[in-house]
Nanobody, 125 residues
Framework: QVQVAESGGGLVQAGGSLRLSCVASGCTLRNCAVGWFRQAPGKERELVAAINWSGLITHFADFVKGRFTISRDNNKATVYLRMNSLKPDDTATYYC??????????????????WGQGTQVTVSS
């Protein structure tokens, strides 16, 4: 059973940076698709970025393109979300999602079966 844990959230000023980490225990990550989602109060959960098992294929939501990057270290079973040029609109709870047994790129929340508890990101203006 895959267990997911995120870390790295916090309070940052607009224009600042944060790096979120997602550790997926019980998953070698060599056959696990990973996605980062976020949910702000009163809004639906939305995809931020996704990465396939090799890290060679990535996908970003339009609202983070050019500002966020996603990468993975399969030896550490960890996926990173680097967030630069943060804006107040980026304020949300960020969730890591993992789907074991999937080598592809998954972009829909219903495609993921394992979720972390979320980490709060707050961007002040």
């Amino acid at each position: 059973q895959v267990q997911v844990a995120e870390s790295g959230g916090g309070l940052v000023q607009a224009g600042g940076s944060l790096r979120l980490s997602c550790v997926a225990s019980g998953c070698t990550l060599r056959n696990c698709a990973v996605g980062w989602f976020r949910q702000a109060p009163g809004k639906e959960r939305e995809l931020v970025a996704a990465i396939n098992w090799s890290g060679l294929i990535t996908h970003f939501a339009d609202f983070v393109k050019g500002r966020f990057t996603i990468s993975r270290d399969n030896n550490k079973a960890t996926v990173y979300l680097r967030m630069n040029s943060l804006k107040p609109d980026d304020t949300a709870t960020y969730y890591c999602a993992v789907e074991g047994g999937s080598a592809g790129l998954l972009t829909a929340s219903h495609e993921y079966s394992a979720w972390g508890q979320g980490t709060q990101v707050t961007v002040s203006s």
